[in-house]
């Protein structure tokens, strides 16, 4: 085990490459750059031993890992914002064809504008693609949930793409401390990728045929099927991982001072590590109040969701809008607890267009809500802009 | 810890005895990050587990002003925000100061580390804050610490900073830049960084 | 100037938005009108507007705005423009 201090990114390409991928394709963006910068490097050092595409475009990106995942291959590949909507089509072509591609996206706003901060609309945007999707809150998390995801993909009762997203900047290009276990503890706890399925010439088949409605609909299902059944895996892979590495990181929720709270903050990403500091004061002032980080966006921890709301009233933060709705995790907790619970759901929107959201202002939200002062959801610290 | 109002909740910064937040100002292509970076690299190395480097989230522009960060604690660090309330600035170039207030949000007794011919007494603000001086342009200068005829004081000013936080050594400064640079870029960095702590002046 | 009463992200020009980027030059661009022969390429790739066309057919620099980054003494054929160290620096 060694430490190494370093980004986000180059924390994520550390990772991508001791994963082993036979293939990377990737086209580079702000803020993800250094994520395929640092893998080009460990081509350039040895160190990376796969084939590394450089591809004219996210679109092609995704093909590539498509069509070398489905070669039988261990693929990894990167991107943000507008590159990660310029793969949309191919994000449902991967999660359709059950194939494992394990991709990260930085979270990054949308543009016009031209934005390059962060918030979680090109991800949340993907979210009925089939791809397993993690919000993650530190350097530490990003490598261990990379090395997880090849894990829980290329699970034969999984066997769909996954997404590791994580905050632009505020993670993609911070500097932090992170433990790395040697080489042989991954290849270990990763074995050999054992495809499905797979193109070989030695046993022919087709894919992509025509298919008719009774059989699609049969595909459908067996995708949620292998959605739920990533939902126990998670859990189970990090548990795994943990004694191996010493790292847990295997939460669909990560809970943070639960304990006898009566109230439990949701949040996701870099705003669910910032909200531990509000959490902290807040219970010095006698607030009870905890925090359950979501890491797991799809497959959806509704259970557990469900199992909070029997403790607490629950207070949303989402730093993404369904325009014409509401914060998508808003709409989601809601409808986890449809029938089951009587608990009291809080909504706030915060943090669009990258804006920092202080663990001070996660202190306010917290606040109007116990104090009952929201109806529906609220924009906060609008005003302000 | 100290208190602000925020409408009507009063919020508390968090001022626990060991985080020491920091803000480093320079010109695009100075390295204000690089030196966050191995600043806090020497810190880990001097045992504060929680660490944080990073930049002013934007697009950076050579020339112009940059602000970069670093956090240091003896836990782990759950903050994701911006620096608003530094313990320390340090000023790698002087001329930052006309366009920009580094004082800002400066903690009261903060420190503010400045790469000037100047003495601590010469700034107006000495009687605030805990000034510390170094001409860290000369120093590169003398060791030769060019990139094309321009002196690059991102290194050398990291061996002032032991001065104004006990936190890091001048040893694992050193060794931070040893682990970056090699042959004699590191030895000539190295020498810098010596000087820069050994002529460092204080009004402290 | 026509402004438009609509929510969404319309710029509208303006000298200096980003304040007097002059001050970030490291290098100077030094016009020598002797050698100028008013073809005016720099103008045309000066990517800040920093090239003005006087009415002689020549060209003055706006230094409170230039940031030094070299395209026109780059791209003038007679070498008219050249490049020089900024005095006064440390």
Known sequence: MTIMIDTGNYIAAKAAVMAKPDVVAAYPITPQTTLVEGIANYVGTGEFKGEYICVESEHSAMSACIGASAA???????????????????????ALARLPVVMCN???????????????????????????????????????????????AEHKNVSLPVMVSYNAFILSHTSMPVEIPKQQVIDDFLGKYEPLWKLDVDNPITFGNIIGPAGYYKVRRA????????????????????????YYH???LELYKCDDAEYILLAMGAIGAESKVAIDEMQKKGVKIGLARVRTFRPFPKEEIVKLSRQADLIVIDRNISVGSEGALFSEVKAALYDKSDAKVYGFIAGLGGKDVPYYDVEIICKKAIDGKTKGYEWYGLEEA | MHHFHFGAWEGTI?????????????????????????????????GNKGVQAFPFFGAERRGAPVRAFARVSDGEIHLRSEVYTPDIVIVLDESIMRVVDVLKGLKNGGKIL?????????????????????????????????????????????????????????????GAIKNKWAGRLAEINVKATKDAYDSTEVNF | MKRY?????????????????????????????????????CWIFCPEASIRREKDG????????????GICANECKVEAITMEREGGKK
């Open chain 3, 58 to 69: 020549t060209i003055s620099i706006d230094y409170e705005y230039c940031k030094g980054c």
């Open chain 1, 106 to 152: 930085i979270n990054r706003v949308i543009g016009p504008g031209w934005n390059i901060w962060t918030d979680e609309n090109d991800s949340i945007s993907q979210r009925d693609t089939g791809w397993i999707q993690f919000y993650c809150s530190s350097n530490q998390e990003i490598f261990d949930t990379i090395i997880q995801a090849f894990r829980l």
């Open chain 1, 223 to 246: 995708m949620q099927d292998a959605q739920e059944n990533a939902e126990k895996l998670i859990p189970q892979i990090a548990k795994e991982w943990k004694q191996k590495s010493g």
């Open chain 2, 114 to 174: 400045i790469n000037t011919r100047k003495k601590p007494d010469d700034f107006d603000f000495s009687k605030k804050f805990k000034v510390a001086t170094v001409d860290a342009t000369g120093i590169a200068i003398k060791h030769g610490i060019l990139v094309g005829g321009m002196p690059v004081v991102n290194t050398p000013i990291l061996g002032s900073v032991p001065r104004v936080l006990d936190k890091v050594t001048l040893q694992s400064i050193q």
């Open chain 3, 5 to 41: 009463d609509v929510v969404t992200t319309i710029s509208y020009p303006k000298t200096g938005a980003m304040g007097k980027t002059g001050s970030w030059r490291v290098f100077k661009p030094i016009f020598d009108k002797a050698k100028c022969v008013k073809c005016l390429r």
């Open chain 2, 14 to 46: 968090v001022s626990s005895e060991s985080l020491v937040e920091i803000c480093l100002h320079g010109r695009g292509g100075q390295g204000a990050v690089t030196a966050a970076n191995l600043l806090v690299a020497a810190a880990l190395k001097d």
């Open chain 1, 250 to 252: 295997g939460d669909l």
């Open chain 1, 72 to 94: 039988g291959s261990r693929t990894f590949t990167g991107t943000s914002s507008h590159g990660l909507l310029l793969m949309h089509e191919m994000l449902h072509w991967a």
